[in-house]
């Protein structure tokens, strides 16, 4: 069995659980470096809201491919025109393509791997600042893309308040359904077994027709294939032919 092929999707989903903490982290994607016609966007910038951490900005190229990731270490213009804005620069790739000697060092690496059947994320490298003293600030224009991606793509209150409310509603109905279906199994079993107990009933007479009547209805169930049923009917039937057979022959006519 093959190893799953890693997509952007998938190295999306890993990035967006590393940086899960809301208390500590803004998350926006496809940032541009500027609006209008944009040259240039970041997969993803991480928005660390902490003071202790110098409300620091970290972006993250995702690449899949050795040939995309090739293509970017080639062409500098790709990155190095958000340098200015940005604290740290970091690449996000399968562990299969990433060569950390080709990759300059004082980017961050992070590399996905599967593993049990699911994908994993680990920080190789951490990243280095990309400024020898301090943060520059943020210019005006890639400051516009980055609250515009951080207005469209962060859920409200209220929308989060909706889908929960959807979410609850869809497992109040799911349990009803499934409700339902073990009532109707459970009404379907009583019926089955009020009729095993009507023949029990019959079985204990002891008369020849009585047992040869009870023969045939067990041989019925029995095709009936009711696997709930906790005996062995062949058993049963045994049991029964057995009776019949030591009847004296007077009661067998």
């Known amino acids: 069995m093959g190893v799953e092929k890693c997509d952007a999707a998938i190295m999306r989903n890993l990035l967006r659980d590393k940086f899960s903490d809301t208390r500590r982290y803004a998350l926006a994607e496809e940032v541009g470096n500027k609006t209008g016609y944009q040259r240039r ?6 928005v660390d809201v902490y003071q202790s951490d110098g409300y620091s900005l970290e972006g ?21 025109i958000f340098f200015d804005d940005l604290d740290y620069y970091s690449l996000a790739a ?19 791997k599967f593993k049990d059947g699911e994908w994993t994320l680990r920080t190789v490298r951490r990243p280095c600042s990309l400024h020898d003293i301090g943060s520059p600030g943020i210019s005006r224009p890639f400051f516009a893309c ?22 609850i509603q869809e497992g109040i109905e799911q349990e009803k359904r499934h409700a339902g279906y073990l009532l109707r199994e459970a009404e379907g079993n009583l019926e089955e077994l009020k009729a095993y107990r009507e023949l029990f009933k019959e079985c204990r007479l002891w008369g020849a027709d009585s047992i040869e009547r009870g023969i045939e209805r067990f041989k019925a169930f029995e095709e009936a294939n009711l696997a709930w049923l906790p005996s062995s009917l062949d058993h049963l039937i045994e049991r029964a032919t057995k009776v019949r057979d030591s009847l004296p022959d007077a009661l067998k006519k």
């Open 94 to 112: 399968p562990s299969d393509i990433i060569d950390k000697d080709l990759i300059p060092k004082h980017w961050g690496i992070y590399a996905a």
């Open 41 to 46: 966007r970041l997969d993803m910038v991480v």
């Open 146 to 167: 980055l609250a515009r991606a951080l207005s469209c793509q962060s859920p409200t209150k209220k929308m989060l308040y909706s889908e929960r409310q959807k979410g």
């Open 60 to 80: 993250i190229e995702i690449k899949v491919s050795k040939a995309d990731l090739r293509r970017e270490l080639q062409d500098s213009s790709k990155h190095n």
